[in-house]
């Protein structure tokens, strides 16, 4: 036994015990999100219950369970309820999600068992998703057509209300283009119109003749814009054209505008195969539709953009910076209490809080470097700041250089690896010693710079705190690129998962409905950085092997 502990096998075992341990806890916890992410896009059985208080009042309830606890008796009644007979040491409560917002308030309501006096699945209850104000639970009984009550019945009704719905979605659908894209173009053209001429006159060169001819475009654009406001007023009075005409559960007919209803579901006459189709349609729209209702329903593909097209910028940014940093530290400066001292540095700025970096930015890289920006280059705007306002090329060079040292520390360790034969055989056949760094060290050195990269992204990705500070924002109304030239706008602010999971979970107005979505926006952001990990994984493996010869 005493050669065995002096062996070192048991803190070998140990070791691969502990991280087994962390690796099922790891897995675990993304198994949880998962769960409760994805289980949000599952179509939920709809029920209606026939309820009865204390006092004898009768109430009819429809919606969806969302949770269950038992919660003790005792509390309950030292709460103020009462019970006919005693119901045991727990009572059962729901959480039912009743919708119809408008009617009732808030559309999360809690409800005892005690209070059931019965429960069903009607097979002809239907949830309307709807643009605002959340879902509608009823029962459809008639469909509107251009101010006429069509008549039919049954199985006719669902099956003219879900054609009539896809109508009024595409129309909006088209509006919403036209809207965001040829509308979008002309203002877009009519204010760099208008800065433009402001340059002129700011330069003194702002002739009759230049006066004249701005005008002229001027007017041109705000005869085009009207000509399409008009079509895009005419394009929503089409989707506003019908209606259906739904039995809440207070038993009182409501009629519902087509243009605000996303979409039908008949959820208790759904099969397995329904419901799966279901499930994909609306992971679908998750991830490719824009935030609704404070960011409560609806999707989030603002905020993957923004987050994959920040990280990628900052990978852009930091890796030259690392690189160059490192093979200048290891290659060229001479070993001494300077370079071991911008060593120490390094490293100690790994540990430096992530929100001073955010402060940082903001006072460095906004208001020094983006007002001087404004000042010299885009006087005509001011006082409205370019680029000396948050935006997300400022959010990419404050994670930059909150990851430079992740980078430069994985480099110089690559460069540390190589033989310093390798480098004494290349210059010996007369290689200058650039020569040497480019084709010799630098591409054995790849696959460090890729750890390097691979560290900085999964940093990055999920760093909130800063980018509150330079650039994120809970809504950004348009797009880092886009249509209108230069395409690419570096200066504007942009939505990021990471303060996406932060704003729904603790700054939304309706808790119970952001909870799931907490869950699956943060399953999105671990796919997100999984995927960029996968990525540049991939690309140091294929360096690995490319260059696997030189090591030879």
């Known amino acids: 036994m005493g050669k065995w502990f002096k062996s070192g ?7 691969g015990g502990a991280v087994s ?8 916890l993304l198994l949880l999100i998962a769960w409760r992410g994805l289980s949000y896009f599952w179509p939920a059985d709809i029920y209606q219950w026939q309820l009865e208080d204390n006092n004898g009042v009768k109430t009819t309830l429809i919606g969806e369970i969302y949770d269950r606890e038992e919660v003790p008796t005792e509390r309950l009644i030292a709460a103020g309820h009462q019970f006919d007979e005693h119901p045991g040491e727990f009572v059962t409560r729901y959480l039912v999600k ?10 999360f309501r809690w409800i005892l068992g005690t209070d059931i006096v019965s429960r069903e699945k009607p097979a002809d209850v239907a949830m309307l998703e709807r643009a605002k104000n959340g879902n509608f639970y009823g029962y459809p009984i008639a469909v509107i057509e251009d101010g006429k009550r069509l008549n039919i019945t049954g199985e006719a009704i669902e099956t003219s209300l879900v054609a009539h719905i896809k109508r009024a979605v595409d129309i909006a659908d088209e509006a919403l283009a036209l809207q965001k894209s040829e509308i979008g173009s002309v203002n877009y053209a009519l204010e760099r119109l208008r800065l433009k001429e402001r340059k002129y006159e700011l330069d003194g060169k702002l002739t009759p003749a230049i006066k004249a001819e701005m005008d002229a475009q001027a007017e041109q654009l705000n005869q085009d814009y009207l000509v399409m406001e008009k079509d895009l007023f005419a394009l929503r009075d089409k989707a506003a054209r019908d209606s259906v005409v739904v039995r809440d559960m ?10 605000s209803v996303l979409d039908v579901s008949y959820v208790n006459h759904m099969n397995i195969f329904d419901k799966l189709g279901h499930w994909f349609v609306g992971m679908g729209r998750f991830i490719s539709q824009d935030p609704r209702e404070a960011n409560t329903e609806g999707g989030v593909f603002p905020a993957i953009f923004g987050t994959v097209f920040m990280v990628m910028l900052m990978a852009v940014i930091v890796t030259p910076f690392g690189v160059i940093a490192a093979i200048y530290l290891h290659e060229y400066a001479k070993k001494g209490p300077i370079t071991k001292m911008i060593r120490i540095a390094v490293i100690n700025l790994a540990g430096v809080p992530s929100i001073v970096y955010g402060v940082f930015g903001l006072g460095f890289f906004v208001y020094m470097l983006g007002g001087s920006l404004d000042q010299l280059f885009y006087p005509e705007a001011l006082p409205a700041p370019t680029f000396g306002s948050p935006g997300v090329i400022w959010s990419a060079l404050t994670l930059a250089i909150l990851t430079l040292p992740v980078v430069i520390v994985s480099t110089e360790e690559g460069l540390s690896r190589i033989p310093s034969a390798v480098r004494q055989g290349s210059l010996a056949l007369g290689a200058t010693k650039f020569e040497t760094l480019w084709r010799i060290v630098i591409p054995m050195a790849s696959p460090a710079i890729m750890t390097g990269l691979i560290l900085a992204v999964a940093r990055a990705a999920g760093e909130v705190a800063p980018l509150m500070l330079v650039g994120v924002v809970k809504l950004a109304p348009t797009l880092p690129i886009d249509m209108n030239f230069p395409f690419v706008h570096l200066e504007r602010k942009f939505m990021h998962l990471g303060f996406h999971i932060y704003d729904v979970g603790f700054q939304s107005p309706n808790v119970e409905a952001a909870r799931p979505l907490v869950y699956a926006t943060s399953f999105l952001l671990v796919s997100v950085i999984v995927t960029l990990n996968l990525t540049a994984i991939s690309v140091r493996n294929h360096l690995r092997e490319k260059f696997r010869s030189l090591e030879h």
């Not at 096998?9 to 070791?15: A, V």
């Open 21 to 28: 341990i962390c690796l099922i806890a790891v897995l675990g």
């Open 9 to 15: 096998s048991p803190w070998i075992w140990m070791t």
């Open 98 to 107: 009743t919708g119809n917002r408008e009617f009732v308030g808030l559309d």
């Open 250 to 259: 207070r038993g009182e007919e409501v009629t519902l505008k087509l243009d």
